[in-house]
């Protein structure tokens, strides 16, 4: 079975930090990017970053470039997101999510702005200002 069990959510201080942690099991990891999303409530979904399984390589959205960082543990399948200074506005429900990496211009990526195709239940984060 196909899953994502996302995990680290919480309640944190304004300028806090909070680690992120996302297991996948029923995939070969190594041919899927890994995203993390985010949802605060009346707000559409936010792709925020991804790492590809296959070489390590990541990309990030401007708006949590310098903040957040993504990362990964292939032999343990799992991805994580280190989110630093956070702020209010970071408050939403972070899921984590597969896609099959993408090919183009001669190598394999993922990016945070595409069609995900399984989906972890999300992890609450709430920043107190």
């Known amino acids: 079975e196909v899953q994502l069990v996302e995990s680290g959510g919480g309640l944190v201080q304004a300028g806090g930090s909070l680690r992120l942690s996302c297991a996948a099991s029923?995939?070969?990891?190594?041919?899927?990017?890994i995203g993390w999303f985010r949802q605060a409530p009346g707000k559409e979904r936010e792709g925020l970053s991804c790492?590809?399984?296959?070489?390590?390589?990541?990309s990030y959205v401007d708006s949590v470039k310098g903040r957040f960082t993504i990362s990964s543990d292939n032999a343990n399948n799992l991805v994580y997101l280190q989110m630093n200074n956070l702020k209010h506005e970071d408050t939403a429900v972070y899921h984590c999510?597969?896609?099959?990496?993408?090919?183009?211009?001669?190598?394999?990526?993922?990016?945070?702005?595409?069609?995900?195709?399984?989906w972890g239940q999300g992890t609450q984060v709430t920043v107190s200002s």
């Open positions: 790492i590809s399984g296959k070489d390590g390589s990541t």
């Open positions: 999510a597969a896609a099959p990496l993408l090919y183009g211009g001669g190598d394999y990526y993922c990016t945070p702005l595409y069609d995900y195709d399984v």
């Open positions: 029923g995939f070969t990891f190594e041919d899927y990017g």
